[in-house]
């Protein structure tokens, strides 16, 4: 770490406890401020490197115009495990810069994902605080902490691959990740399916990434193909099926359902070294049907 680095890693692991203490006294965002600072989370409960998309809204009652967004600590964050330990940043706070106005009786909405930042890998209770600096009153406003989960999910699969090479690079020793699959309880409601890419030993999590609902008794079928690509099919409901295909970096590169139809859908190793669903019926997306014009909008002939 630089200098630079480490003098910010200080001012943060002073500052923000200090600021969580105050947030949960409610002296700052409380009622009767002018300004108001609020942070939501899409969801309660979050796998260990999974996206963690943050909602701030700042509220503007102050009757004046508020020129915010030019300075880089113009919106910081700051995450605490239940027992007060502070989540120490894995780099500088989100980028958010960017100059704006925020009138009077008006709120700003900003969206970051905070799993970059910070180090998030262990079991157990968090919240996060959004706080906002007005650099023309010299004053800071912080919202109310919003609490979080990191939990653990049951492993169902798992396997090592080489991470392809760039093209024109050749006679290096390849990089060695591993793909996992495992099933969470998303509030003891509903069953997820997840793909995690971590390093070989995992004690690192590149990505996790929710592929969709399935139901308890499935048993996901997973292949390989030629690009070290991750086919996924499995169960989502009574009569359908859901696949998906991962990037070695844990994206996502598409997504589709399959009914049961006469035959049940499965993973096929063609010929090529690629790999292609057999059976079942893809469902058309909504965006592929056809738009059909209303007849006040078909032309008629004179």
Known sequence: MNGKGFK????????????????????????GQVVRVQVSLSQK?????ESLPATVRVFNDSGQTLHLGADRDWLTFGVTSADGQYAPPQK??????????????EVAIKRVNLAPYFALNKLGSYQVVAMVH?????????????????IDG??????????????GVTNRAPEVRKYILEEANYLQRQLRLYVLVSNQSRSRIF?????????SFSTPQAELDERSDLHVLYQSGARSFIYAVIAPDGSILSESVYDLWKDRPRLEM???????????????????????DSP???????
Do not use: Y
């Not at 406003?141 to 609490?147: G, I, N």
């Open 45 to 49: 409960e979050f796998l260990p490197g």
């Open 8 to 31: 910010m890693f200080m001012f943060e692991m002073k500052f923000f406890p200090a600021i969580f203490a105050l947030a949960l006294l409610g002296v700052f965002g409380a009622p």
């Open 92 to 105: 500088s706070q989100p980028p958010v810069v960017g100059p704006f106005d925020l009138g009077s009786m």
């Open 207 to 215: 990505k996790a990434e929710a592929i969709g609902p399935m139901v």
């Open 270 to 292: 063609l010929g090529n070294g690629s790999i292609a669903v057999v059976g079942g019926v893809p469902r058309v997306a909504p965006h592929a049907l056809p738009v059909i």
């Open 296 to 302: 006040n909008q078909v032309p008629v002939n004179p």
């Open 134 to 150: 007005i650099a023309a009153w010299g004053k800071d406003v912080s919202s109310a902490p919003a609490p979080f989960d990191i």
């Open 154 to 167: 049951a492993e169902l699969w798992q396997r090592d691959f080489g991470v392809p090479l760039p093209a």
